[in-house]
């Protein structure tokens, strides 16, 4: 059974910063590209960032300069630091994991920053 899970939301105030947790496995392949998305209450979900398995990365336009993805290959793991919070990073966070050329949701996790 493959899993995605995440860890590290809770609740700050703006300009305060927190740490994502996403673990994968379950699979006989290797995971490849991970990333995290994002969705705030009434609005569709956003790419946040994202990073391959040769660690290349990419940001959504809204968090350059703010979050850094990163990720631990030996324990299939990504992490989003994230700083500097502003209130419209308040959302549910989700991480995606590729599996050879199938990719898994994982169940999300909220992240309320408060003005």
């Known amino acids: 059974q493959v899993q995605v899970v995440e860890s590290g939301g809770g609740s700050v105030q703006a300009g305060g910063s927190l740490r994502l947790s996403c673990a994968a496995s379950g699979s006989i392949v290797r995971v490849n590209a991970m990333s995290w998305y994002r969705q705030a209450p009434g609005k569709q979900r956003e790419l946040v960032a994202g990073i391959t398995r040769s660690y290349t990365t990419d940001y959504g336009d809204s968090v350059k300069g703010r979050f850094i993805i990163s990720r631990d290959n030996a324990k299939d793991t990504v992490y989003l630091q994230m700083n500097n919070l502003e209130p419209e990073d308040t959302g549910v966070y989700y991480c995606?994991?590729?599996?050879?050329?199938?990719?898994?949701w994982g169940q999300g996790t909220q992240v309320i920053v408060s003005s």
């Open positions: 995606r994991a590729v599996f050879g050329s199938s990719y898994y």
